[in-house]
């Protein structure tokens, strides 16, 4: 079986361009479509838009290791380390898989640190997440519909964002009783991610009003 050995990951660069510049694909349903003409330039707004992008710049740089960004250098500082060395929650859930698959051995001590990271993780996103989740629960109505269809648009009809979305203020407590793997942690994190992603390429009049106001192009009107 294999031993836990580690290497140390190639830091990464986390620009806007870098994080949002796919293009949407997929059609959306009628049903999200009627919603998002409604929401659109109203509830959702540049405003909107700068703090979604934020959000998912801050997803992005979790799930590769990374935390808070220095106020002096601007860079993000480490934020996962597992055997001393930086790992990202990718690598430790293949270490994680192998382990339970018998192809890597860990002893308790190993286990342990393993789960602590993960508590770590899921920590550091409830904090990161907060803010945006106290918006959210006032567009919960709606928000919770696009979620809906989202799911059945990207085959993820067992998205935790379905009974995340759905609670009333007892979101945490779910994330945390249902997040119990680093496989359900990523794969939590790329679920908002590509909502949030799809939901900001959707909003044209958002986008626009945004772009006007910082004078910048966002990266899939680029390509167009």
Not at 97 to 121: I, K, W
Request: charged share 25%; hydrophobic share 35%; aromatic share 8%.
């Amino acid at each position: 079986m294999k031993k836990t050995t580690i290497k140390r990951p190639v830091a990464l660069g986390l620009s806007l361009t870098l994080l949002l510049s796919t293009q949407v694909t997929h059609t959306r349903t009628d049903a999200a479509h009627a919603i998002l003409q409604k929401v659109d330039g109203l509830f959702i707004d540049a405003d909107s838009v700068t703090e979604i992008i934020g959000l998912c710049q801050n997803i992005s740089a979790l799930q590769h290791g990374y935390g808070h960004r220095d106020p002096q250098t601007k860079k993000r500082e480490p934020n996962c380390y597992f055997k001393g060395a930086q790992l990202s929650p990718h690598e430790l859930e293949k270490f994680e898989n192998e382990h339970l698959a018998g192809t890597r051995s860990m002893d308790e001590a190993t286990l342990h640190e393993l789960h602590a990271q993960l508590e770590h993780c899921k920590s550091y996103f409830i904090e990161m997440t907060a803010e945006f989740l106290e918006e959210a629960r006032m567009m919960k109505d709606f928000l919770t519909k696009l979620i809906d269809e989202w799911c059945k648009e990207n085959d993820r009809s067992d998205s935790l964002l379905l009974r995340w979305m759905a609670l009333e203020g007892n979101e945490v407590e779910m994330f945390e009783k249902n997040v119990l793997t680093f496989k359900d942690f990523n794969q939590f994190c790329t679920d908002l991610y590509n909502f949030q992603h799809d939901l900001i390429q959707s909003c044209t009049k958002a986008c626009q009003a945004w772009e006007k106001l910082m004078g910048r192009t966002l990266p899939w009107n680029k390509k167009k």
